[in-house]
């Protein structure tokens, strides 16, 4: 059974989904798509929302924290990743784009054989159900412009800047979210502990 549990961020509310000891979803709280209710699970996990003690959503939670904070590249929490057999492979390749670094969506169409096929990467990447742990924000256009994610681009942008060392320390930001509303608060020291579900809008 999948368990959604919410935390604060620099880039607004995440939504960190557990099943079966490992982390199957890392969204926004204001995500497009939105994910289903059979992607995010069962609003009260145990502990009534607060994140288990050395669960995979603590793990995630303490990992984001280092990445947020520049003090870590990669992820190594316990990972389910469900999708299409294109799609999986999609998703390996971006997991295979370095830290700081891009890809257009044509050189991934061409890794895969295809250099035509850049919207149904497009497309892979946009189904994505692991946000920063999958970087799609690290796929780019062809020109390296910055288009289309999940959570928009302004924090398309904030994360790409975080990986160039150009957004760190106290450089923080408030992302608004869906129709107009705010989405759960950027972190600070103050609020940077465990946050229960009902923090987001995304669990309204």
Not at 13 to 18: F, H, N, R
Not at 88 to 108: A, C, K, M, N, Q
Not at 151 to 167: M, S, T
Request: glycine share 14%; aromatic share 6%; with cysteine.
């Amino acid at each position: 059974m999948k368990y959604p549990y919410a935390v604060p961020s620099p880039i607004g509310g995440l939504i960190l989904v557990e099943e079966d000891a490992a982390l199957v979803g890392v969204y926004h709280a204001c995500h497009s798509p939105e994910p289903s209710p059979a992607k995010l699970g069962t609003r009260f996990g145990p502990g009534g929302g607060e994140l288990p003690v050395r669960s995979a959503v603590e793990q995630a939670h303490v990992q984001l924290g280092q990445y947020f904070g520049g003090n870590r590249k990669t992820f190594d929490v316990p990972l389910i990743i469900i999708g299409t057999a294109f799609q999986l492979r999609v998703w390996e390749i971006v997991r295979e784009i370095p830290y700081g670094e891009t890809r257009s969506y044509r050189d991934l169409a061409s890794e895969l054989g295809n250099p035509a096929m850049g919207r149904a990467i497009g497309a892979a990447i946009r189904a994505n159900p692991l946000s920063m742990v999958i970087p799609g924000h690290r796929v780019v256009a062809a020109g390296g412009a910055v288009t289309g994610y999940a959570a928009g681009i302004e924090v398309k942008q904030f994360l790409l800047d975080l990986e160039a060392g150009r957004n760190t320390g106290g450089n923080r930001t408030r992302i608004v979210g869906c129709a107009g509303h705010h989405c759960c608060p950027a972190s600070s020291d103050a609020d940077s502990d465990h946050a229960g579900p009902d923090r987001c809008a995304a669990f309204a």
